[in-house]
């Protein structure tokens, strides 16, 4: 079982910028894939960010991209998502996922077996 807490979400104007942390309790958080999801009221939760451990790789939404970085820290069992120019499009609650492989359908929903409880974002403009 793994546990994913975030944290760092708040309010801010339009052009700011917040960072997402995600603290993930096991120990073999260094192999997962991990991600990053939002929704917004009354839409369907979205994918917005995943970083691969095996090589690092990223990918993300085309909504972000350029904006948004996701980023690890194995020693901390930690994931960040940095968010610049933030835009009131972004406004959401903010969701960590976790998965031991990596899916080819990484921007799915169903590619993550572990969430967090979320964390909202709310851009003023």
């Known amino acids: 079982q793994v546990e994913l807490v975030e944290s760092g979400g708040g309010l801010v104007q339009a052009g700011g910028s917040l960072r997402l942390s995600c603290a993930a309790s096991?120990?073999?958080?260094?192999?997962?894939?991990m991600g990053w999801f939002r929704q917004a009221p009354g839409k369907e939760r979205e994918f917005v960010a995943t970083?691969?451990?095996?090589?690092?790789?990223?990918y993300y939404a085309e909504s972000v991209t350029g904006r948004f970085a996701i980023s690890r820290d194995n020693a901390k069992n930690t994931v960040y998502l940095q968010m610049n120019s933030l835009k009131p499009e972004d406004t959401a609650v903010y969701y960590c996922?976790?998965?031991?492989?990596?899916?080819?359908?990484?921007?799915?929903?169903?590619?993550?077996?572990?969430w967090g409880q979320g964390t909202q974002v709310t851009v003023s403009s």
């Open positions: 996922a976790a998965n031991p492989v990596w899916r080819i359908d990484y921007a799915s929903r169903y590619a993550y077996a572990y």
């Open positions: 096991k120990r073999a958080f260094s192999t997962y894939t």
């Open positions: 970083l691969r451990w095996s090589g690092g790789t990223t």
